[in-house]
């Protein structure tokens, strides 16, 4: 295969995977929303407690999945155009995008890596605040929020490490409610799938990402040496002397001719010039 033939062969692919990473952009875009107004991440955020584990990395996930989402639209936006434009500057520029989401992605894939349980600690440790405080006073706003909690995840209480519940925790479970599903694990299993669609999500994106990357690279280098596929050459203008007109090619004159000369210096000078006699008259000269 050719140089023309790969460049042709990467630009192709460029447009297509800039296709795709606009689509896990907008994806990424959607996920950080749900995260964000979703209601079952909502009611754990909004409670009002003087010291929420949650609410902090509440927002701090919906600013990181914003960003994430801009860059790549970015990035996706300025790849096709450079593509299209054959343009050095705006596939530099898509490149910084996706250089800016591998390293925010390998950030978030090393916290993943140490820290993998801290969203699923956060949300049972805003959960069990919640849950003591409706425990002590049942009829209070405590109360109101723990049953909201508690209809948004479909669940009902916690198991009591003695296997026994007092009257205040069997009251907060009458009836029918009670045999719903234990809240500890209700919240855990949803975190869990929830946060299995973001890692794989975030897979794709890097993957995307890094091939992106060798993709805008590879066609900045062949743009900035001149390989595309509408150019096939250089051209260059031939600078001629000031005040001469450029030399015609040559060409056959038809000129009145004079009595011709028998002098030798005449002879030589037409013979210098291709000047040939005719019978009617004429001479005919050509200029090499």
Known sequence: MGPWSRVRVAKCQMLVTGLFVLLLGLSVAAMAVLTYFGAH???ISRVSLERNPYEAMHHWAFSVGVSLAGLLTLG??????ATVR???GLMAGSFLCF???FCALV???FWRFCKPTQVEDA???TYDLVYEQAVQSPSSVWGQKLAAIQDTFQCCGKQSPFSLLGDAEAGLCPGELAKREDCLQGVRTFLRTHLSIVTALAGL???FTVYAMLLSSFLWAAIRSGCSLDHRGTYTLTPRARGRWPREPSISRYSQAAPRSSTPEMQAFDDHLGCRGRADGLRWCQHN
């Open 107 to 109: 950030q978030v894939a």
């Open 99 to 101: 250089a800016l989401v």
């Open 123 to 125: 949300v049972l440790d």
């Open 205 to 207: 994106v890097l993957a």
């Open 41 to 43: 991440f909502t009611v």
């Open 76 to 81: 996706a936006v300025l790849c096709a155009a």
């Open 86 to 88: 054959e343009a050095a």
